[in-house]
């Protein structure tokens, strides 16, 4: 029977074909790694590794086993973090980030309802960027964001949209469309629209800053903005404009930035991100608070409504 520390070295030295890295990868000594592997090799009467001064090769024999065992070993392994899982329950720190201010006075409440709920857990509420949030869920840094949809990104998983709010354009105050009460997608032709970073959802930058209006028309690309604060400077700068959400106009006001509403654009869908397969209990019940504190008020964010909450609203007025 293999031992577990046997089988992650025989792994890891497939994966780095070489002694010091996988001691380094597995915390342990260069000569604590070759004494297990030369061990298995005794004991499976076979060569596993070839070995010069100057590299090292898995053998025909080895590459069989490393075939039959990685996905073997991989299954073993989440078996066990999931049984961890559970053991652990809903307890603990849970790493959630938020990327506007409206969206941190909402995860704000989710966390003290969560909080409420299960007395033996916390909240660890953080501030990203835009182009954070993504690479962050990916590193473990938080294990649920509330962001921008929508997020097509290898990986990340999307919840169910928890507040979805009117679409409206961030012009320079003094330019024309400010003066408007309105203004529409072909609109985007006649003016430069700032960007996102690359860091961010390629989905979402689509979906904020097209190449085209919806008849084709060429829509010029502006600067790409890394913060909220800086793409509403550069707005007011005259430098381009940008597609926000109606929850701007209270917790951004500016008198160099003015709101447009769009009378034609889709509206703006907010929703929490996790790592695919990272569902945990903690995160399913942060998620639930969430859209229970949403379902308990008719408008959460200033001119936006969880979609619950619209929909009932107009099924009364039918």
């Known amino acids: 029977m293999l031992e577990r520390h046997e089988i992650e070295s025989f792994l890891t030295l497939a994966e780095e074909l070489h002694f010091g890295r996988t001691a380094g990868r597995l915390r342990v000594s260069t000569s604590r790694i070759s004494q297990t592997i030369a061990k298995l090799e005794r004991r499976a009467g076979v060569t596993l590794f070839d070995r010069t001064s100057r590299r090292v090769e898995l053998t025909p024999a080895g590459r069989r086993l490393y075939d039959d065992l990685r996905p073997a070993w991989e299954r073993v392994t989440a078996a066990f973090e999931e049984v961890m899982e559970t053991g652990r329950g809903l307890t603990g720190l849970l790493h959630a980030a938020f990327t506007d201010a409206a969206g941190g006075q909402l995860l704000a409440g989710a966390a003290e309802l969560f909080r409420r709920r299960l007395p033996d857990t916390d909240?660890?509420?953080?501030?990203?960027?835009p182009g954070d949030l993504v690479p962050w869920l990916r590193d473990g840094e938080i294990d649920i964001g509330l962001g921008c949809l929508p997020v097509d990104e290898p990986g990340i998983a999307a919840g169910p949209v928890l507040v979805s709010e009117a679409r409206m354009l961030a012009v320079p105050a003094g330019h024309p469309f400010a003066r408007r009460t309105s203004v529409s997608l072909e609109d985007l032709a006649r003016v430069a629209v700032l960007r996102y970073p690359d860091t961010v959802s390629a989905s979402l930058r689509h979906d904020r800053s097209p190449a085209a209006t919806p008849s084709g028309r060429p829509i010029a690309p502006g600067p790409a903005v890394a913060t909220f604060g800086e793409m509403l400077t550069l707005i007011g700068a005259g430098a381009g404009v940008f597609p926000v959400g109606a929850h701007?106009?209270?917790?951004?006001?500016?008198?160099?930035?003015?709101y447009v509403p769009f009378d034609d654009a889709p509206p703006i869908d907010w929703g929490l991100l996790?790592?695919?397969?990272?569902?945990t209990a903690r995160v399913r019940a942060f998620?639930?608070?969430?859209?229970?504190?949403?379902?308990?008020r008719t408008q959460e964010w200033p001119g936006t409504a969880?979609?619950?909450?619209r929909?009932?609203?107009?099924?009364?007025?039918r």
């Open 123 to 129: 909240v660890r509420l953080r501030e990203a960027r």
């Open 248 to 258: 701007v106009r209270r917790y951004h006001a500016r008198p160099d930035v003015a």
């Open 274 to 279: 996790w790592r695919t397969g990272g569902e």
């Open 287 to 296: 998620a639930e608070a969430a859209q229970d504190l949403l379902d308990r």
């Open 306 to 309: 969880p979609p619950t909450a």
């Open 311 to 317: 929909r009932t609203r107009d099924e009364n007025r």
